[in-house]
């Protein structure tokens, strides 16, 4: 059985925020593990001082925070206010456990965030016409800011990986 059909049970009978919710989460759950398994193949006193694939997944973790609380909902992203001071500016590679944190915090607020989304409220458009992008609608926002630009990331995160 290919791939896609065997997580097609994941997506079968959802309307559009169903789907991006299942999206997300899949997309969470490759960052999150593939980010897990490169921390149980490091020696334990070796400290990632410049890992691309702490950058990475950093860079996941930001982009999310910022299209989730900056562009749909308006509010000041998580790393300028709950990790002000100690965000992913200021992480230290030498104790990734805030870092982890701060990911796992971004992905509960999507999730909550993308819980609450009524079916009609995904095609709710958002005004980025300030960023070069017109007007798309929340669905467009999340599959493009989100799915598609950490599925992305996942993809140079493993080959990091491999590379490290």
């Known amino acids: 059985m290919a791939t896609g059909e065997q997580r097609g049970h ?60 900056a562009l749909l909902r308006g509010v000041t992203p998580l790393y300028e206010t709950d990790w002000a001071g100690n965000g992913p500016a200021h992480y230290s590679t030498a104790d990734l456990i805030p870092l982890r944190a701060y990911a796992q915090q971004v992905f509960a607020a999507t999730e909550a965030y993308l819980a609450g989304l009524a079916p009609d409220e995904a095609s709710r458009t958002v005004d980025l016409s300030h960023l070069g992008q017109g007007q798309p609608t929340v669905a467009w926002v999340v599959s493009r800011f989100i799915v598609l630009q950490l599925a992305q990331i996942y993809g140079e995160l493993t080959i990091a990986m491999r590379d490290s």
Do not use: K, M
């Open 10 to 69: 994941l997506t079968r009978g959802l309307d559009t925020a169903g789907l991006l919710r299942a999206q997300v989460r899949e997309v969470h759950r490759e960052l999150d593990e593939a980010f897990a398994e490169w921390l149980r193949a490091r020696p334990p006193a070796a400290t990632p001082t410049g890992s691309r694939v702490v950058a990475l997944y950093v860079h996941a973790a930001t982009v999310e925070d910022i299209t989730i609380h």
